[in-house]
């Protein structure tokens, strides 16, 4: 049974940082696309991050976020620097689909999500 257990999520004031951990447990997911996305209220839930051999991110977060992973403890990360209140969502890890590195599909898996909330 695959998992997808988050954390690092919490209250933080803008401008600060934040650094969120998941950790895939059930499965290999090294040949697959991992990602961040997020949910805040009362909108859809969005593509934040992917990263494969290469990092994908969306534009809102460009040069403020950084996404990584580590295959050998099937974790992918992700630094949160710069934070701003309209970053305030549910953050969820992802096993995404083989070639999707944009969030243009629906994942393979999601993880149970995060919180994070950034005052002003």
């Known amino acids: 049974q695959v998992q997808l257990v988050e954390s690092g999520g919490g209250l933080v004031q803008t401008g600060g940082s934040l650094s969120l951990s998941c950790v895939a447990s059930?499965?290999?997911?090294?040949?697959?696309?991992m990602g961040w996305y997020r949910q805040a209220p009362g909108k859809e839930r969005e593509f934040v991050a992917s990263?494969?051999?290469?990092?994908n991110y969306q534009d809102s977060v460009k040069g403020r976020f950084t996404i990584s992973r580590n295959n050998a403890k099937n974790t992918v990360y992700m630094q949160m620097d710069s934070l701003k209140p309209e970053d305030t969502a549910v953050y969820y890890c992802?096993?995404?689909?083989?070639?999707?590195?944009?969030?243009?599909?629906?994942?393979?898996?999601w993880g149970q999500g995060t919180q994070v909330t950034v005052s002003s």
């Open positions: 992802a096993v995404m689909k083989l070639g999707d590195y944009s969030g243009s599909t629906s994942p393979l898996y």
């Open positions: 990263i494969s051999w290469l990092a």
């Open positions: 059930g499965g290999t997911f090294s040949r697959f696309p």
